[in-house]
T-cell receptor, first 114, second 113 residues
Framework: EAGVAQSPRYKIIEKRQSVAFWCNPISGHATLYWYQQILGQGPKLLIQFQNNGVVDDSQLPKDRFSAERLKGVDSTLKIQPAKLEDSAVYLC????????????FGPGTRLTVL | TQLLEQSPQFLSIQEGENLTVYCNSSSVFSSLQWYRQEPGEGPVLLVTVVTGGEVKKLKRLTFQFGDARKDSSLHITAAQPGDTGLYLCAGLTYGGATNKLIFGTGTLLAVQP
């Protein structure tokens, strides 16, 4: 079974530029999550989708971050414009229904904002 | 705001030593998960504990869920360099229409050969 795929793995941009990350979850997983992880810390949930609907985006900085999951499968996370403090690893995870929200994570995208 | 505090934050030990990582909260969780994350990779689920007082063993790793379902511990016996990584606990809460997984602050373990 293929795992969660993310791209790109690394991205370096200058502040005020835009960036987008892509995630393909495990086939059949209805729930998709985007997390932000600062080095050495626990992941912080940005947004949670159930199929193609948003169920939790309470910690998403909506003035600059946006995310979509149009067909209930792939998802994109966008930052526009980026700030220095957005430098972090962005993790995508997915889970199936009926589980204890046991999540399967992708390898992440390491973003550096200069 | 629900918080899961892990201790210690950092731990550097020699191969063969034993260690315990703690995960504490003032909130009650319906279940608790432990993940390990290696550099450059996403977290990988190690175990889920569901019942208060439950103990689960995974080879040299022993996980315990507190009786009150507010805390958990991970004990590693005879640590090996392959155990190096960031250990994360995560508690599951029911929040209205959705379940929410709250991640702990993390414990960075380095096992020296």
């Amino acid at each position: 079974e293929a795992g969660v795929a993310q791209s790109p793995r690394y991205k370096i941009i200058e502040k005020r530029q835009s960036v987008a990350f892509w995630c393909n979850p495990i086939s059949g997983h209805a729930t998709l999550y985007w997390y932000q992880q600062i080095l050495g810390q626990g992941p912080k949930l940005l947004i949670q989708f159930q199929n193609n609907g948003v169920v939790d985006d309470s910690q998403l900085p909506k003035d600059r971050f946006s995310a979509e999951r149009l067909k209930g499968v792939d998802s994109t996370l966008k930052i526009q414009p980026a700030k220095l403090e957005d430098s972090a690893v962005y993790l995508c995870a997915s889970s199936s229904e009926g589980s204890y929200n046991e999540q399967f994570f992708g390898p992440g995208t390491r973003l550096t904002v200069l | 705001t629900q918080l899961l505090e892990q201790s210690p934050q950092f731990l550097s030990i020699q191969e063969g030593e034993n260690l315990t990582v703690y995960c504490n909260s003032s909130s009650v969780f319906s279940s608790l998960q432990w993940y390990r994350q290696e550099p450059g990779e996403g977290p990988v689920l190690l175990v889920t504990v569901v019942t208060g007082g439950e103990v689960k063993k995974l080879k040299r790793l022993t996980f315990q869920f507190g009786d009150a379902r507010k805390d958990s511990s991970l004990h590693i016996t005879a640590a090996q360099p392959g155990d190096t990584g960031l250990y994360l606990c995560a508690g599951l809460t029911y929040g209205g229409a959705t379940n929410k997984l709250i991640f702990g602050t993390g414990t960075l373990l380095a096992v020296q050969p």
